[in-house]
């Protein structure tokens, strides 16, 4: 029996209420094919070859029957659209998306879709749009009538309900009548949307978000935010505004380096459709505190390593600011008004921003400060997040810390990364145990265990998602100076990954969370304000497997909510033998629910078994003060305990 006796009196420090957050970069198709709802591929003729060889406008399209396809720039649609397709030929001809990854897309019965262009047409005629499968089954369709534009071009909004069910279904534009017409920003969006946004996110994927209860959001990236050229760097101010005037810019992560057992990713663009109102949005929608991270001056130091000039950063420092103003400006200043103009006349309240990602090295520190000098002295309500490079130990990792040593007040937190082993996280859960407090605080901002080197080989097993909670307890021990986490990657669309192993698994028509997903579900839904004293009996216990890595079996931790009624308790069992545990809180329980997660070390979830790794729930009933629990080998538990 191990006895664990809790002080609810003594509280050691508080728990940040920021402690667990998600992360969301573009990588695995996680934004256009992914969690932006639009269901349309190169919707506006805009993919185009990174080195200027071959022609991509036509990429994920396909003509039907004898149609004719092709894309011209004559008196586009706008400057950031500057293709578009022409469609010709006769009645019943036509176009056909193969969607993201060539896999179109999923209908349910009953289901509404969202269907817009802009057309331009010499003489009256009628299209068709349609979905069908690859055997021309139609599943929905609708007819509507075109106006003659001359040169000007039309938008056309009309809805349709899919009259049956198929897992892949692909967009059809029909000819109804023989002749030609433009076509640009063609869009085919879900109604049911998350929370029914217009432009908005595929609604399962961010309702596994939202069941999280992140505390906050870093976003867009990730090695994202850095591209791979000046001309790949993400600019947030390409984002917003009108789809219109939003360019496409070709996604870092579809690098023929990136495949994984040969997969292609040549068709991975961003349309960015999910841009930083989007991004700003969905954070109010989920209760995310948003934590953008701005490019600093400089691409992926692992790959070009471009640097602008020290004396051209002017530019990039000017985007940090006014992205302050569109986030928290009145609605009568310049990018307030652009906010509001999209339809929040309200600030974001933004409240943090992360200056680069995962970069290191004296080039990065000066740059940072350029940053740091302008933005404290005009936003120091702004709370900066400075960079403790690619890696937890090494040169890089030491030189940021020897930065902040003679810096403490240039910076809020450091983000810290690690994708370490299983191992290295049970060696790790005493990591910050002894940094210092004087230095600026920790974010943990991307982390995950990793259980081959191969990124090919990674599964995201039991073992790694229990090591990772027995690593969380450390944090949680630590989260008045740890003041954020979150795993990464979030997503990965099945057969389509350039990374793994990733938090969330999806595909047109189904998701599943791994078992890491369920660890960190457990965590952040089960938090206190205030860490308390816990004393653990465990004389005389012989260690082995896992548990001996850490140095015992039992990892625990205790928080305590701020109005003192409700004790929340973690007990990670690293032993590969049941431990029977007695819990004596120092105040009556008056009620418990216990949450348990136990599975063998190679367990995985799956799109046919999502939910072979997932929590079990019970309600135990104290006695006599106490209570007799079980904690099966390998698990995770979590007790709710009302006093």
């Given amino acids: 029996m191990t006895d664990i006796t809790i002080n609810t009196c003594h509280k050691l420090r508080d728990v940040s209420p920021l402690l667990y957050g998600i992360f969301f970069e573009d990588i695995n198709y996680a934004g256009d094919g992914g969690l932006y709802g639009e269901l349309i591929a190169n919707r506006s003729f805009e993919y185009y070859d990174r080195d200027g060889e071959t022609d991509k406008s036509k990429m994920c399209w396909e003509t039907i029957g004898n149609g004719n396809l092709s894309v011209s720039k004559r008196f586009p649609l706008s400057q950031a659209h500057s293709h578009y397709g022409r469609l010709s030929g006769e009645a019943g001809d036509g176009i056909r998306n193969l969607g993201f990854c060539g896999e179109g897309l999923a209908v349910r019965e009953g289901e509404v879709f969202l269907f817009s262009c802009s057309a331009r047409n010499a003489s009256p005629m009628k299209l068709t749009v349609r979905l069908a499968d690859s055997r021309g089954t139609c599943f929905g369709q609708k007819t509507f009538s075109l106006v003659r534009t001359g040169r000007g071009w039309t938008k056309y909004r009309l809805t349709f309900t899919a009259d049956g069910c198929c897992n892949q279904v692909f967009p059809e534009i029909l000819l109804e009548t023989p002749g030609a017409v433009d076509l640009d920003l063609l869009s085919l969006f879900p109604q049911d949307t998350f929370l029914g946004r217009k432009n908005g996110m595929r609604r399962d994927l961010?309702?596994?978000?939202?069941?999280?209860?992140?505390?906050?959001?870093?976003?867009?990236?990730?090695?994202?935010?850095?591209?791979?050229?000046f001309e790949n760097m993400y600019c947030w101010k390409d984002t917003i505004g009108d789809l219109t005037q939003r360019p496409t810019n070709w996604n870092r992560w579809q690098m023929e380096e990136y495949q994984i057992n040969g997969q292609v990713s040549l068709d991975y663009f961003q349309s960015y459709g999910l841009g930083f109102y989007e991004y700003f949005?969905?954070?109010?929608?989920?209760?995310?505190?948003?934590?953008?991270?701005?490019?600093?001056?400089m691409t992926c130091q692992w790959h070009e390593g471009l640097l602008a000039d020290m004396n051209a950063l002017d530019k990039?420092?000017?985007?940090?600011?006014?992205?302050?103003?569109?986030?928290?400006?009145?609605?009568?200043?310049?990018?307030?008004?652009?906010?509001?103009?999209?339809?929040?006349?309200?600030?974001?309240?933004?409240k943090y921003i992360g200056i680069g990602n995962e970069q290191w090295g004296e080039v990065y520190f000066e740059r940072y400060e350029a940053f740091q000098k302008v933005l404290s002295e005009k936003h120091p309500e702004i709370r900066l997040i400075t960079s403790a490079g690619w890696t937890a130990e090494g040169e890089e990792f030491d030189l940021a810390y020897r930065w902040m040593n003679a810096n403490k007040d240039k910076a809020y937190a450091v983000d810290e990364h690690f994708y370490k082993s299983p191992r290295w996280f049970l060696e790790n859960i005493h990591r910050y145990d002894s940094y210092d407090r004087s230095l600026p605080k920790v974010f943990a901002g991307e982390y995950a265990a990793h259980t081959h080197e191969n990124t090919g080989e990674r599964v995201c097993n039991w073992e790694a998602a229990l090591c990772e909670a027995a690593f969380l307890t450390g944090l949680e021990h630590n989260a008045d100076h740890v003041v954020m986490s979150c795993y990464a990657p979030l997503f990965g669309r099945t057969g389509h990954q350039q990374w793994q192993p990733d938090l969330i698994w999806f595909d047109n028509h189904s998701a599943y969370g791994t078992p890491s997903y369920y660890v960190q579900k457990l965590f952040a839904n089960h938090v206190g304000d205030v860490l308390v004293e816990t004393r653990i009996s465990e004389d005389g216990e012989t260690l082995s497997g896992l548990a001996k890595i850490a140095g015992k079996s039992l990892q625990v931790s205790s928080t305590l909510s701020e109005n003192g009624l409700r004790l929340y308790v973690k007990l990670v069992n690293l032993a590969d033998t049941p431990k029977e545990v007695r819990l004596c809180p120092d105040q009556p329980i008056s009620h418990c629910t216990f949450h348990e997660i136990a599975a063998g070390l190679e367990a995985v979830n799956s799109h046919e078994t999502p939910e072979n790794v997932s929590p079990r729930v019970s309600e135990p009933l104290p006695r006599d003060g106490s209570l007799l629990l079980t904690c099966e080998p390998y698990s995770v538990n979590v007790l709710e305990l009302d006093l």
Avoid: Y
Wanted: aromatic share 10%; net charge negative; hydrophobic share 40%.
């Fill in 281 to 297: 949005q969905f954070c109010e929608d989920i209760g995310a505190s948003p934590v953008p991270v701005i490019n600093a001056g």
């Fill in 316 to 350: 990039w420092i000017q985007d940090a600011l006014d992205l302050i103003e569109f986030a928290n400006g009145p609605a009568d200043s310049t990018w307030g008004g652009r906010r509001a103009a999209m339809g929040h006349p309200e600030p974001f309240r933004l």
């Fill in 206 to 229: 961010a309702q596994m978000l939202q069941a999280l209860s992140p505390k906050f959001m870093r976003f867009p990236g990730g090695c994202i935010v850095e591209g791979r050229s």
